[in-house]
């Protein structure tokens, strides 16, 4: 297990949930933590929640489908602590819409958040991360392994965080950095997520529940931000979670007409 201590974390997508999990478990192993989210209230509230466990944070309003937004997030870290070593792109959302209602729009409002603000804020933070041979942590999704029902563009923009995460692996790890791909399934939450009524136009009332109604237990979302740093501490390339997926996973790169005959009866 790796000392953390005086190490630098950048979280996105950290003001709730799993992203504020992830903050706390590197808060907790003893890490210098950054949060960054669009919204100031809930994220400075975050951070002061962090404090508490004597913890330095760091709170950055940012929206990271914005460069410049990333750029100044960067700066900001390096002028309070000199240093990046953790990356951990979570800033996301799902989708919920049939198939042939989703338009080209939808796809590329996700494809920026879910999968190009993983590039610009990647690519922001490289020089700190290889020259201290840090660690990029890609929240990615089930999704982003096998397709389901009823999620819109959401798949879509999860598929390339997993390649892209590959690419980094490929590329860079001889140089010296770690890269995490974690796909995890439905991640549960205090409260249900909010989204417009006319995204459940025409599916059925099982969409409405996580994972569009994935046959499977919620993930309690800081026991899984502890693997993730354990993950980290272990230079894993991957975490799927729940582990069996892997299964069904295999199955539909193997065997595709099987693995949609699996899916169906998932959802």
């Not at 919204?39 to 309003?61: F, H, I």
Request: a positive charge; glycine letters at 8%.
């Amino acid at each position: 297990m790796q000392s953390w201590s005086g190490k630098v974390a950048i979280v996105t997508g950290a003001s709730e949930g799993l992203g504020l999990s992830l903050a706390r478990a590197w808060a907790e192993r003893g890490a210098n933590v950054v949060l960054a989210a669009r919204r100031a209230e809930p994220l400075q509230a975050a951070a002061d929640a962090l404090s508490k466990l004597g913890a330095a944070v760091l709170a950055v309003p940012t929206d990271v489908t914005q460069q410049k937004d990333v750029e100044r997030l960067v700066a900001a870290t390096l002028e309070r602590f000199g240093r990046i070593d953790v990356l951990v792109n979570n800033a996301g959302r799902s989708a919920r819409r049939a198939i042939e209602e989703t338009t080209p729009a939808d796809f590329q409002a996700l494809w920026e958040l879910n999968f190009l603000s993983v590039v610009r804020s990647t690519r922001a933070c490289l020089p700190q991360l290889l020259e201290h041979r840090g660690h990029v942590v890609n929240i990615g999704s089930l999704a982003g392994k096998i397709a389901a029902r009823w999620i819109g563009a959401y798949p879509a923009s999860k598929f390339p965080v997993s390649a892209y995460s590959q690419q980094l692996r490929l590329e860079l790890g001889p140089r010296g950095l770690h890269v995490l791909l974690v796909s995890p399934g439905p991640i549960a939450r205090a409260q249900p997520r909010e989204r417009a009524t006319d995204q459940f136009d025409g599916l059925p009332e099982s969409a409405r529940r996580p994972g569009a109604g994935a046959k499977t237990r919620a993930i309690d979302p800081d026991d899984l931000a502890r693997r993730v740093v354990r993950a980290c501490d272990d230079g894993r390339a991957e975490l799927v979670i729940p582990s069996k997926a892997r299964w069904l996973v295999a199955i539909s790169q193997l065997w595709p007409a099987m693995g949609d005959w699996l899916v169906r009866r998932a959802t």
